[in-house]
């Protein structure tokens, strides 16, 4: 598993948490899935299996058909949903994209201030 797909997942999902609003731990409850998993994936340093994302599908307002192909377990198809499948994965790809340049500014703004000669 490439790690900006876990990355853009956990991100989707943490985003979706917010904008509800619910905590990990209402998540939790509203889930049956541990507060340390849920962060895990939140922070991609773990990968949601199918069950996971369908337990935590219906608490964030999913489909769970859109969850389950957005995070790659279907194959895209029409959504069951008010969900836009297209404009979530063209947004994944933008994520990818601006992370990667986000990185990249980080990268030489640390070079600037370390100063001249400083890694």
């Known amino acids: 598993m ?6 853009i997942i956990g991100i989707i999902i943490k985003e979706q948490r917010i904008l509800i609003p619910l905590t990990l731990r209402e998540l939790r409850d ?18 949601p299996s199918a069950l996971v994302l369908r337990k935590i599908a219906q608490p964030l307002g999913f489909n769970e058909d859109d969850l389950l192909t957005l995070a790659g377990h279907r194959s895209p198809g029409k959504s069951g949903s008010g ?3 297209r404009l979530a994965q063209t947004m994944i790809r933008e994520l990818t994209i601006i992370r990667r340049s986000i990185n990249v500014m980080l990268r030489a703004l640390r070079k600037r201030v370390a100063g001249p000669g400083k890694p």
């Open 2 to 7: 490439v790690q900006e797909q876990k990355d």
């Open 30 to 47: 509203k889930s049956g899935v541990s507060t340390s998993h849920l962060g895990r994936i939140e922070r991609g340093e773990r990968f």
């Open 83 to 85: 969900f836009d499948l």
